[in-house]
Nanobody
Framework: QVHLAESGGGLVQAGASLKLSCVVV????????MGWFRQTPGKEREFVAA????????FYANSGKGRFTISRDNAKNTAYLQINALTPEDTAVYYC??????????????????WGQGTQVTVSS
């Protein structure tokens, strides 16, 4: 079983940066993918970035390239999402997710089996 806990969201002004954290609690295996998604009311969950934990290979949504950076700290079992130059369009609940052991990274949220509770990011203009 995998338990994920996000933090780091908040209310910021346009142009600011945020670093979201996702702590992976219990029974963690590095042979899986960690992803970040975001969702606004009435819309589907949107892929932001993913990283295969053991290899460090990263994947990004085309829309976010250059502003989003996914990283990890193995010692802390923590994944991060750095977001720079925030705009009001980035306002959403941000979720971290994990696949089952041995799964590849995907932009499809339905292929992730474990989810955190989400952290709200609100960007004012």
């Amino acid at each position: 079983q995998v338990h994920l806990a996000e933090s780091g969201g908040g209310l910021v002004q346009a142009g600011a940066s945020l670093k979201l954290s996702c702590v992976v609690v219990v029974n963690f295996s590095s042979n899986r993918c960690m992803g970040w998604f975001r969702q606004t009311p009435g819309k589907e969950r949107e892929f932001v970035a993913a990283m295969h934990w053991s290899s460090g290979t990263t994947f990004y949504a085309n829309s976010g390239k250059g502003r989003f950076t996914i990283s990890r700290d193995n010692a802390k079992n923590t994944a991060y999402l750095q977001i720079n130059a925030l705009t009001p369009e980035d306002t959403a609940v941000y979720y971290c997710a994990a696949t089952t052991i041995g799964s590849y990274c995907s932009r499809d949220y339905s292929l992730y089996d474990y989810w955190g509770q989400g952290t709200q990011v609100t960007v004012s203009s």
